[in-house]
């Protein structure tokens, strides 16, 4: 088995869920480590006395199984692998590439003693069939690129020299998918990587998945969204953008056509939605929404590094690090005001506004006044690149940006 990086905080989810009557299922984009982790967990459960025949771990798009593409030959493929005598534990790695798979692992959880772990590029996983035949019986771990936190540990030896603010501006630049620890921060091959990664996303996730034919809609659509990190928009602005910018036929471009590909881009986990929420009416808004990137090297690939709009840069990097951290995220609106993230769990509420420095009074206004508007007793936080020994306005408190990344 190859050599691996730890990334606990996903190990352990898997290691808490170990042997309960749930199918674990990992999510996330493409080369963001779900590979990596599912031979993490194999790892330990060798180290926990698990016998190696015990543990049937298969890569679904390795050729050695393309006779296995149907549920049929790949129920009768692993059935004869499972011994008796205990408990046997099933991993699954990109098993969309298994038509129906869904039935087989139904099967096997009501024919054999097994304990089932799979993993996939793309959130159709979790629809239709699926859901269904497994409802309330299967658990999702969303497995998003490198943390700051974890960007730091993987290239350790790389950023010794550096000092933190070095390191967060590597981070911004070259992003969180863990392959790019291998290229030393060469842009050009990271590039190379990245443009990689992309295109068999948009080729095979979502072109040939969905029946897509019009690749050039869809590019300019990342485009856009990758330009505009961060802002409040809708399908219909965004369809009357891209047929402003040269995009013939109106029909083809209507809000319904974008609002698809969106979820299309969703589904494959290369953009997330936060949507917006009015906290004096305690009810979630149908009209505009935020979109962020699953990591900022692809926008960079995308669009070429550019040190600009940092305060959008600085909330896709917040947004992100919410969702690892466990958080429904939205973005609040308090009468006229905005505020850039309600962040909540079952046991509490945050509210978060990111900017690039609260040092003009002007700014500072501006990023308190929303928090201000806010009546009730949950948190709320301020999160800028300042260094300073002002830690709070009126019991709002402010945190470093980089402190706050690598608090958890």
């Known amino acids: 088995m190859k050599n691996l990086v730890n990334r606990p905080f996903y190990l352990n989810q898997l290691i808490q869920h170990k042997d309960t009557d749930l199918v674990k299922i990992v999510t996330g984009i ?20 698990i016998k190696e025949e015990k543990i049937i771990h298969l890569n679904m798009e390795s050729l050695q199984y393309r006779d296995l593409n149907d549920y049929l030959r790949f129920y009768d493929y692993i059935s004869r692998k499972i011994t008796a005598g205990g408990k046997c534990y099933l991993i699954f790695d990109e098993l969309q590439a298994v038509e129906h798979w869904e039935k087989a692992i139904e099967s096997f959880r009501l024919d054999f003693d097994v304990d089932i ?14 859901a269904t035949l497994l409802s309330g ?21 790389a950023l010794n020299d550096l000092t933190i603010e070095d390191k967060f501006q590597k981070y911004l630049q070259f992003g969180g998918m863990p392959v790019l620890h291998e ?76 609002d698809r590909y969106i979820a299309m881009l969703e589904s494959s986990f290369i953009f997330y939605c936060s949507g917006r929420y009015d906290i004096r009416g305690r009810q979630l808004l149908k009209t505009l929404e935020k979109y962020y990137i699953a990591d900022l090297g692809f926008r960079n690939m995308l669009l070429g590094y550019r040190d600009t709009d940092r305060r959008h840069i600085y909330e896709n990097v917040v947004f992100l690090e919410l969702l690892r951290r466990g958080y429904r995220v939205y973005t609040g609106k308090i009468g006229e005001y905005e505020v850039d993230f309600i962040a909540e769990r079952p046991n509490g509420k945050l509210y978060i506004q990111v900017t690039e420095s609260l040092d003009s009074e002007q ?28 830690t709070s306005y009126e019991g709002i408190r402010t945190i470093n940006l980089t402190d706050w990344l690598l608090s958890s």
């Open 363 to 390: 700014t500072r206004e501006r990023e308190l006044r929303p928090l201000r508007a806010i009546r009730d007793n949950y948190g709320k936080i301020i999160l800028s690149m300042d260094k300073s020994y002002i």
């Open 30 to 49: 493409r080369r963001c480590g779900k590979s990596s982790l599912l031979d993490l967990f194999h790892k330990y459960l060798l180290s926990i006395g």
């Open 137 to 157: 019986r299967y658990v999702e771990i969303r497995l998003l690129p490198l943390s700051f936190k974890e960007f730091l540990s993987f290239n350790s030896s």
């Open 183 to 258: 290229y030393g921060f060469n842009e050009e091959r990271i590039n190379e990587v990245l443009e990689g990664i992309y295109s068999t996303i948009v080729l095979r996730d979502i072109m040939q998945r969905n029946n897509i034919s019009d690749q050039r809609l869809l590019n300019k659509l990342v485009l856009f969204l990758c330009s505009n990190i961060g802002s409040m928009t809708s399908p219909n602005s965004i369809g009357n953008m891209l047929m402003s910018d040269g995009m013939a036929d109106r029909k083809m471009i209507a809000g319904k056509t974008i």
């Open 117 to 130: 772990y799979i993993t996939g590029s793309n959130a159709y996983l979790l629809s239709g069939e699926f």
